[in-house]
């Protein structure tokens, strides 16, 4: 056989090509690298963009191009591809890409389908719109003050000297009835002998069977325990002078409350005249805190809100008050509302002057909340975006109500059970726009093409 290859010229060539073609054949299989499966992705991706074909080798529908548009701004379009200033390309349009429907319920927006690969890539998440029971926590800061109903002042009804100080500094504790200070007045010493003498005059006269007699003796010892009343003498003072008839050279003062000395303005051996103040008791037993609220938050007060008050000064207190009267005007500087609410403060704990923090819950009723982070403020509007059972992502304008905890409460705009996009809502912000756009240009290139408007 090999003879006859050899002998016969012609098939010595034909057996030569051969050769060289097999062994060519076989050096490029020993030689070709396996692909990548990145390599083997953006094959497919652009041999799917040039001739797209399924499994069973039919062809897909040829995807019609409309437009080309600039890719930093998309209102710019062109028939025909081109170039923006910058070098950039623009980019094609084609009729699938824009088969939404605009009407979005948002002006400038559209609704946008996202395929489950693209909800990944980008990130979105949802949660649904629930109906609840809505509290909004006010939180503020509020300033201790001494409740104005407990404050007493102690002063004299008689002029005199100071015989003796038994509260010697400010800030002292004292209780009701505790003696403050006794006075020599000469006033005082002479008004206890008319008394002593009424009092001689009275037991003169009952003794009288005259009832006129009698009625004057009763006249001038009222009159005389009416003077001394008048001096602001305690009534111990007026029947122990009744019973021993002897005259005391200084009275005392007792205190007309229990509380703290916050004022003291006597010294001992001092000269006092009538009407001066001598003491400022203050009972701190029960206390005000005086809390500065903003405008858009006076609407939402009223009296008898229950309030939650907290201290930095000792984190372990925690006080419950309740509003009891709100302030009729504002403060002009700060733009704020005063409120005050009243707590008690039995073991002192806080001091007038103290900084507290103010917790103050509303309860708004079952309302629509959903989380913070689904709503966008844009301009006046605020938009939330809806998954609808469609599958697309549906732009809507909302009318929010109170915020708090991180929930916001929705008046209109969305039901209970709509998923709201919580995640990524941004980049469907873009896209709802530049979608909203390139349908508006699709239907006005579609408006030339029929002729409308010519």
């Known amino acids: ?212 007699a009698k009625k004057y003796g009763q006249t001038l010892l009222d009159t005389s325990m009416k003077r001394l009343k008048l001096f602001d003498v305690p009534e111990t003072f007026i029947k122990e002078l009744q019973k021993t008839k002897k005259i005391q050279k200084a009275i005392t003062l007792d205190a007309p409350t229990s509380g703290f000395v916050t004022v003291k303005d006597v010294f001992e051996g001092q000269r006092i005249e009538l009407g001066k103040e001598l003491f400022t008791i203050t009972d701190l037993s029960r206390i005000w805190i005086e809390a500065d609220f903003y405008e858009y938050e006076a609407k939402e007060l009223k009296v008898g809100q229950e309030a939650v008050i907290s201290s930095s000064y000792d984190p372990s207190i925690e006080l419950k008050g309740s509003v009891t009267f709100i302030y009729p005007y504002l403060n002009i500087e700060s733009r704020t509302l005063k409120a005050r609410i009243e707590l008690p403060n039995e073991h002192f704990g806080l001091k007038p002057g103290m900084y507290v923090d103010v917790n103050l819950n509303i309860n708004l009723g079952n309302s629509i909340v959903v989380p913070d982070s689904a709503v966008m403020y844009s301009g006046m509007r605020k938009i939330v975006f809806v998954n609808t059972p469609n599958g697309r992502f549906e732009p809507r304008e909302v009318k929010i109500g109170a915020r708090s905890r991180g929930l916001v409460q929705i008046l209109s705009g969305v039901s209970t059970g709509d998923l709201v996009v919580i995640k990524a809502n941004f980049l469907l912000d873009s896209e709802s726009r530049l979608q909203a756009i390139i349908q508006g240009a699709v239907k006005a290139a579609n408006n030339k093409d029929s002729g409308i408007g010519q």
Do not use: C
Request: hydrophobic content about 35%.
């Open 1 to 212: 056989m090999f003879n006859f290859i050899f002998n016969n010229k012609g098939a010595y060539i034909f057996t030569t090509v051969f050769v060289i073609l097999l062994t060519s054949s076989v050096i490029g299989i020993a030689a070709e690298k396996p692909k990548t499966q990145l390599e083997q992705e953006a094959e497919d991706f652009f041999a799917d963009g040039q001739t797209e074909v399924t499994k069973d080798k039919k062809p897909k529908k040829e995807r019609k191009l409309l437009f080309y548009r600039n890719p930093m701004n998309p209102a710019i379009t062109s028939p025909v591809f081109a170039k923006d200033e910058m070098g950039m390309d623009y980019i094609p349009v084609y009729e699938d890409e824009s088969t939404g429907d605009s009407s979005g319920g948002v002006s400038g927006m559209a609704p946008i389908a996202l395929s489950k690969q693209g909800i990944e890539l980008t990130g979105v998440m949802t949660t649904p719109a629930v109906k609840e029971l809505f509290v909004k926590t006010i939180r503020t800061v509020g300033i201790v003050a001494p409740d104005e109903t407990k404050i007493h002042r102690v002063q004299t009804r008689v002029s005199g000297w100071v015989e003796k100080l038994y509260v010697n500094y400010t800030g002292q504790m004292v209780t009701k009835n505790m003696p403050l200070l006794s006075i020599y007045s000469p006033e005082l010493f002479s008004s206890q002998e008319e008394m002593i003498g009424s009092l001689e005059t009275y037991e003169k006269m009952t003794a009288s069977k005259s009832p006129e």
